[in-house]
């Protein structure tokens, strides 16, 4: 074999072994979204409630993000501070002195304990994903009152989001599949209301239809 086909044959090789390391890597990150879109996933619980029932079957659902539900000028402050992913092109001195205004922003510091609301999807039945916080529980030991929130720990290991990014609801007995560490999609009819509790407030409230398990890549766009 020449030098030439040699090389050819190298060069095959690396361009196969990184093309399928990029496959995988593509794979493995888009994964979890596809299943979530092109398998079904069992249902975990599903309202006893006979007139929500018969909203749910007449009603369009609307896939709703936890973004939609901060008003735009307060989204816009959040964002001033905080990122998905940290920029590494700021250093530590930047991102001190960017803490040190955060802490000082009056305009920040309301909108972490905003219970401003955006009214565009009141009484809409919408399906949005997120983490579950129970409160308390049914005699059976299965989740009544609970929270929906945007990112794992909060209310529980982490400071809890600002009210108008948790979502209040009231479960029928029966739901037995909670898992703290991971997150669920649910299905309901959403409203705008105030719920009190010391593990947190919440500015929205959600009739619950459905949970199923959520398979893709979770709602995380605020760091904590």
Known sequence: MSVFAHRKFAISILFCVGLGLLVGRLGAYF????????????????????????????????????????????????????????????????????????????????????????????????????????????????VKNMFLVPYFGACLHYPAPPPNQIIFARLDAGFAHLELNRAYTLTGQIKIGLFEDPMGTSAYTLNVISIVAFNGQPDDFRNH
Do not use: C
């Open 31 to 142: 994964w979890p979204s596809v299943k979530n879109v092109f398998f079904t996933t069992p249902q975990l619980y599903f309202t006893s409630n006979k007139l929500l029932q018969e909203h749910y079957q007449k009603a369009k659902v609307m896939p709703l993000d936890w973004v939609s539900l901060l008003p735009e000028n307060e989204l816009d402050v959040i964002a001033r501070y905080q990122a998905n992913k940290p920029d590494k092109n700021i250093d530590m001195k930047s991102q001190i002195l960017l803490s040190i205004e955060a802490a000082t922003d009056p305009e920040y510091k309301a909108a972490l304990q905003s219970i401003n609301t955006v009214n565009t999807f009141e009484n809409h039945m919408v399906a949005i994903s997120g983490f579950i916080v129970p409160i308390d529980f049914h005699p059976d030991k299965t």
